[in-house]
C-alpha cells in the first residue's frame, strides 16, 4: 500500500510540476506575441542600409524612360523586389495599396525590380500608382545595399534613409484617402 500512495504522490508532483511548466509557458508565449506584435507596428528592418545613412550614387531609368537618381523629392517611397522572390509576390499587393495612398502620387513612388530575371512585367499591376524601374545591372540594389528582398525604403531630401522595412503595411506616413492614379502617357 505504500508503494502505491508514493507512486501516486509522485504522479501528482510530476503533474503539478507540468501544470506549473505549461502555464510559464503560455506567459512567455504571450509576452513574445506582445513583442512581435510592437515590432511589426513599428515595421521590421530592411536587410540594407540602416535608417539614417545615405543612398550610394546610381543613375537608373524608369519605364517611360525618365531618369532615377538618389537625389529624389523628399518622402519618396522606394520598394525593391525580385522575381525569384516569393515574399515579393506577396507583397506587391501591399505595396500596391500603399503607393495608392502616398501622399504626392505616382512621381514619389519607385517600385524597382532586381535581379537576374528582372523584367517591368513583375511589377505590371504597379504601374498606375508608381514609376516601375528595371534595375538589370544591380546598381540601385548595391547602393541601397540590400542583401534580402522585399526592401522598402522611404527616402529624405539628399538620398537619406528615414525608414526602412520589409512589410508596406508599416511605412508610416500615408494620406488618409488614396490618390488618383496618373495615366499612363507613352513615352517618345
Known amino acids: 500500500m505504500s508503494v502505491l500512495v508514493a507512486v501516486v504522490v509522485l504522479s501528482s508532483a510530476v503533474c503539478a510540476f507540468n501544470t506549473a511548466l505549461l502555464v510559464a509557458v503560455v506567459r512567455?508565449?504571450?509576452?513574445?506575441?506582445?513583442?512581435?506584435s510592437e515590432v511589426e507596428r513599428q515595421g521590421v528592418p530592411a536587410r540594407a542600409l540602416p535608417r539614417g545613412d545615405t543612398v550610394g550614387d546610381f543613375l537608373g531609368y524608369d519605364t517611360r524612360g525618365r531618369a532615377v537618381t538618389p537625389d529624389v523629392p523628399a518622402?519618396?517611397?522606394?520598394?525593391?523586389?525580385?522575381?525569384?522572390?516569393?515574399?515579393?509576390?506577396?507583397?506587391?499587393?501591399?505595396?500596391r495599396a500603399v503607393a495608392a495612398r502616398w501622399?504626392?502620387?505616382?512621381?514619389?513612388?519607385?517600385a524597382v525590380v532586381t535581379g537576374p530575371d528582372a523584367s517591368a512585367r513583375f511589377l505590371d499591376r504597379l504601374d498606375p500608382v508608381a514609376r516601375?524601374?528595371?534595375?538589370?545591372?544591380?546598381?540601385?540594389?548595391?547602393?541601397?545595399g540590400i542583401e534580402g528582398f522585399p526592401a522598402i525604403f522611404v527616402l529624405a531630401e539628399s538620398g537619406c534613409l528615414s525608414w526602412t522595412g520589409?512589410?508596406?503595411?508599416?511605412?508610416?506616413?500615408?494620406?488618409a484617402?488614396?490618390?488618383?492614379?496618373?495615366?499612363?502617357?507613352p513615352h517618345p
Open 132 to 144: 516601375i524601374v528595371v534595375d538589370a545591372d544591380n546598381a540601385m540594389r548595391h547602393a541601397f
Open 28 to 36: 512567455r508565449l504571450r509576452y513574445q506575441s506582445e513583442l512581435l
Open 166 to 175: 520589409i512589410h508596406a503595411d508599416a511605412v508610416p506616413g500615408l494620406a
Open 177 to 185: 484617402d488614396p490618390v488618383a492614379p496618373q495615366p499612363r502617357r
Open 103 to 110: 501622399p504626392g502620387g505616382s512621381e514619389r513612388v519607385l
Open 75 to 95: 518622402a519618396t517611397l522606394v520598394g525593391f523586389f525580385s522575381p525569384t522572390c516569393a515574399s515579393c509576390r506577396r507583397e506587391r499587393a501591399r505595396f
